[in-house]
């Protein structure tokens, strides 16, 4: 846990200073910014494949290890205080997800290894005939661990995907009919940054009595969640994407994992959350986990954590979205780039951009970023489907630029410089 005195001291700052000058006072927090290669300061525009990590999470990860580390439920104080620790991870993780209950939310290695688990639970409950549909916008992460259902006789659909990487609405009407038993879609792309029509999701699969799962990992850095509102049934995050380490985390309705069989010894704990949660989890990394979400907090104002969270991700939404916006524009002047999604009209978008270069392959273009010192990605990022279905896997994918909340200005335009130049050499 950040100490009170830094945690005011951000606080402070936060109400005192503009948006943008906030976050760039926020820089100072990540040691790993600091970091030179080739002479040049590194620009970190690979957020969605996982963000950095500021000195209050490593604090408070060390710490852990310095004074607590321990098994838990023994007799003994450390292994007292890494169950305290643990139940304050966790309830802290349920406010983040707008949630009072912390028995809801079960921790895991990672978003992959939670709904690859979930799915063999909710696959045993199962039909020959039965159907869930999935998305062909979404990471494999939420596609295969439902594939592997047909096994069992599952049928599953898939919701297709536009040319402007966004979900056919007509076509998940039509798909989500009385057969359908879970509906399983992400929020946000990772890899052209489309924000989902999941309300629409949660009414058909609602009228249809199916099951709704959410893959928050790439949404859940950018904007608030509220499981409540959301109404949803599952939702799974990925803590570092939100500037945390790397551990998963899975929201599960209250009663609802009860109902599962999921894999599980003799010896666990049967009752939620635990019955999610096999062997000994990265404890750690779990207190890590608070203490991103407090780091995230200390953005906003108010008197409560969740309004803290709510004012602080609507503030980073803002700063990351006009940053993305213009960068969205800027690319698409220059010849011979096609940014690819939807553009920022809408401030519902999440601050990921992706394009193609005439000439060259993505791995091209990030080889020569690399070399200015700028970290972004190539390729589809497990998001193989919809680079299948648009047509872009043959040329390797995409370039993929995040944004996080410690990226600014500069960067935007050193990257732009860089694509410039790339461009003027073919
Ligand atoms: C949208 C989305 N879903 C799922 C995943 C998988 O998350 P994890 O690495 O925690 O398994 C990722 C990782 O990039 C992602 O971006």
Redesign the pocket.
Known sequence: MPSVSSKEKLKIRSLELPLTERFLKAREDFPSLRRVDNGVQLAYLDG??GTQVPQQVIDAMSRYYATSNANTHGCFITSKETDALLEEARCTAAVFLGTPDSSTISFGA????LTFSLSRAIGRTLQDGDEVVISQL??E??RGPWLTLRERGVVIKEIPVRPNATLDEEEMRSVITERTKLVAI?M???AFGTVNNVELARELSANVGAWLFL?A??YAPHFSIDVQKLDTDFLVC?A??FYGPHV?MLYSRKGLLEHLETDRLRTQDPTAPFRMETGTLNHAAIVGVRAAIDYLASFGEGSTERERLVTAMNRIASYEHSLAASLYAELGRIAGVTVCGVAFDDPHRAPTVSFTLDGKTPEEICTRMAEHGICVWDGH??AIRPMEVLGLLEQGGVTRVGISLYNTSEEIERLLETVRLIASEN
Do not use: C
């Open positions: 969605p494949a990672n978003m992959t290894t979404d990471h992460a939420n992400g946000s792309s990772n893959d990992v790439h990925s570092y994407k998963g990022f497990y």
